[in-house]
């Protein structure tokens, strides 16, 4: 079982390195101080990386458990959504690494639900609720979504802004079982 936990932490490092390459062209034509706000998948697997590691050496953290699982589910449906729901943007520029991105993103959830499991919720976890709205905030009023087409852009802010919410209270009811 340690080899496969320590699996899943390089596999999510490792992760976490090719989501911030992906998101390169996009970092370089923005101001450095909202990077943090538009790697949100690759900064989940961080959050998630660093959690884990804790755990593993015996100083597991609960409100980084609960803000990793958190943000591993929201960002997780969020992007299976996106390549969905533009699946004829994104699948039909490079279909096969559209298709790899949709099925690790889905882990990401599954991660996420696991990992609530092993987590118990303190008063610090409402930050998590912060951490979200401020980076939908920027999202959608100062552009710092990753680049994809515009057309119903609405749809895909509502689904974020519920995403915040519902991802919180799902790893909160994980908590408390």
């Not at 943090?36 to 959050?47: A, H």
């Not at 976890?125 to 852009?153: E, Q, R, S």
Request: net charge positive.
């Amino acid at each position: 079982m340690r080899r496969f936990i320590l699996f899943i932490l390089i596999t999510n490092v490792l992760g976490t390195i090719y989501g911030w390459y992906y998101y390169k062209n996009q970092l370089l034509n923005s101001p450095f101080y909202f990077w943090i706000f538009i790697v949100d998948c690759p900064n989940s697997t961080l959050f998630f990386s660093v959690a884990l590691y804790l755990t593993i050496k015996g100083k597991r953290n609960d409100f980084l458990n609960f803000f990793a699982s958190a943000n591993l589910i929201k960002y997780g449906i969020w992007t299976c959504f996106v390549l969905l729901f533009h699946r004829s943007y994104f699948f039909t520029v490079n279909s096969t690494l559209y298709s790899a991105i949709f099925v690790t993103h889905a882990l990401l959830v599954v991660q996420g639900i696991l990992f609530a499991n092993a987590t118990r919720f303190n008063k610090y976890c409402y930050l998590t609720l912060l951490w979200f709205f401020v980076n939908d905030y920027l999202d959608y009023f100062a552009g710092t979504h990753p680049y994809m087409p515009k057309t119903n852009i609405e749809v895909i802010k509502i689904l974020t802004f519920s995403l915040s919410i519902i991802s919180f209270i799902v790893v909160y009811i994980l908590t408390k079982n």
